[in-house]
């Protein structure tokens, strides 16, 4: 009879047992390494932001974080591998607005959207865009430059990394906004679009601004306007393009961490609060703004919004331009 009542006892104790275990294993994480992954190649802007992170949430998180590359499909195996793995905290995604908020545009019959798939955790960086013309175009101004276009219409290009890409649609957006007529020309790579824009192959290109921020300080290509919100220290005197009269304009890269559905958000909660303290350490934007990022923060409700007006806005460019992948 004792031994019954023991066991009856045992067993009644079992739910608080288990209710008490559960903080107890959130607390553990992470327990083994946390993997990071990224979208495209190792040694690309978007892989040493993602590893500066990946060493900065190590020391807050006291667990060993390491950035994994799977590259294909502009991203969409990146993330449909975050977004079918275990919901556990192990697996994170580092999601770039393209990927992200452009992808489930530009791609039919994925088998997934990233925007109910993934769980938002934190914007980690941004990266900022400008216009820049050839040095043989007369335009010294945005207003020149939609002078020109307006009066040969069709004849100026403008090159970009790859139908889809992010530069391409900035490109895609100033025709759009400054009703114009340009020509796109995609090239593999924003390396060998700049190197024609130099050359004066083609007459503009939307690039980022710290890869186009030597060759206009250089004299080689001329800058025209920052395509983000505001100014940015690298080219203080250069206008946005709101600011050069075209309103309404904002085009920016972003990456932002990302885990699949059913995270713990014990988990999202700890890593977004790593990420704003990373955010907060001038060691850590100083590594980020010299590998061409400008570390920012944005808790998951504040990503998840952004995440939904880059979607909104891009999905109409994609749609206006015809653009597909």
Known sequence: MLARREWLAALAAAPAAAALARPALAQAWPSRPVRIVVPFAAGGGTDVLARILANGLSERLGGNVVVENRTGAGGNLALENVIRASADGYSLLMGTNGAVAVNRHLYHNLGFDPLKDLVPIS???????????????????????IGLAKAQPGRLTFGSAGTGSMIHLAGELFRLKAGIDITHVPYRGGGPAMNDLVAGTIDMMFDSLPSAEPQVRGGRVRALALCGTGRHPLLPEL??????????????????????????????????RAVADLVASSVFREQMARSGGDAVAAGPAELAAMMARESEQWGTVVREAKISA
């Open 123 to 145: 914007l980690a960086f941004r990266i900022e865009h400008l216009l820049a013309v050839s040095t043989a175009l007369p335009a010294h101004s945005v207003a020149e430059l």
């Open 239 to 272: 206008p946005t393009m709101v600011e050069a009269g075209l309103p309404g304009y904002a085009a920016a890269s972003t990456g932002g961490l990302f885990a699949p559905q059913g995270t713990p958000s014990t988990v999202v909660d700890r890593v977004a």
